[in-house]
């Protein structure tokens, strides 16, 4: 064989090894990389089911049920349809800014129309607060002859004073019944049936009669003027 048809049939082997190589490949399946979570969605058409840790931490998830609105209370709920306590009467010191007169020597209990006294204290806040609108009420509620006393639990006389002393003259407190720490506060809270350290603010309701016909523990509010009207009424 020569050299030259040596080297054709070199190269004819090449080429067949080479074409028979390129069908192979055309023949076999391409592999693809996998498609994201995503790219499953969109190419099936079929919604992904949400991952269970993820559909917990969803707020759409996990909704909060709204908690009920609270009714308000019945200012004397339950109280005014019983018979009126008696209380003794007890002696009672007071407390007068300068310039003001003395109040009464005894706190009146009795009389037309009910009486409220609210105990308090130049300490407490709420108390303070409450104060202009208890004059408030009286005066919205004054056709029903209601009569308004304070009767302060002060500890610091001092306190006290500077506290009336900076009250204004219209409108303010500047003249307050006074129960002294010791046995005269004690005596006339058990007299009334109540604990010897009460908490503050807290408010007592009498008839006519002077009889205790209600025991408010707390402040107050604006929105409790309906409530006490009615019960004012009976």
């Known amino acids: 064989m020569s050299a030259a048809r040596a080297r054709s049939g070199v190269l004819m082997a090449i080429l067949a090894l080479s074409s028979a190589s390129c069908d192979?490949?055309?023949?076999?399946?391409?592999?693809?990389?996998?498609?994201?979570?995503?790219?499953?969605?969109v190419a099936s058409g079929t919604p992904a089911k949400a991952h269970p840790i993820a559909a917990a931490a969803s707020p759409a998830a996990t909704p909060q049920a709204s908690a009920p609105a609270?009714?308000?209370?019945?200012?004397?709920?339950?109280?005014m349809e019983r018979p009126g306590k008696s209380v003794a009467r007890r002696p009672i010191s007071q407390s007068v800014a300068a310039g003001e007169q003395a109040l009464p020597a005894q706190l009146a209990l009795s009389g037309a129309g009910y009486t409220w006294v609210n105990f308090w204290a130049a300490w407490c806040v709420p108390?303070?607060?409450?104060?202009p609108r208890l004059f408030r009420f009286q005066r919205e509620l004054s056709n029903t002859g209601l009569k308004l006393s304070f009767v302060s639990l002060d500890d610091d006389e001092r306190q006290l004073s500077a506290f009336l002393a900076e009250q204004p003259?219209?409108?303010?407190?500047?003249r307050?019944?006074?129960?002294k720490e010791g046995k005269e506060r004690e005596d006339w809270l058990k007299a009334a049936g109540l604990e010897p350290d009460p908490e503050l603010p807290?408010?007592?309701?009498?008839?006519?009669k002077g009889k205790l016909r209600c025991?408010?523990?707390g402040a107050v509010e604006d929105a409790d003027l309906p409530a006490i009207r009615t019960a004012l009424s009976r």
């Not at 003259?169 to 500047?174: C, E, F, M, Q």
């Not at 307050?176 to 129960?179: A, G, P």
């Open 24 to 41: 192979q490949s055309e023949r076999k399946p391409s592999v693809s990389a996998p498609l994201e979570r995503s790219q499953v969605v």
């Open 70 to 79: 609270k009714a308000p209370k019945a200012f004397c709920a339950g109280q």
């Open 127 to 131: 108390c303070k607060e409450e104060i």
């Open 169 to 174: 003259a219209k409108d303010g407190l500047r």
């Open 176 to 179: 307050t019944y006074w129960l």
């Open 202 to 208: 807290f408010h007592l309701l009498f008839d006519a």
């Open 215 to 217: 025991i408010v523990k």
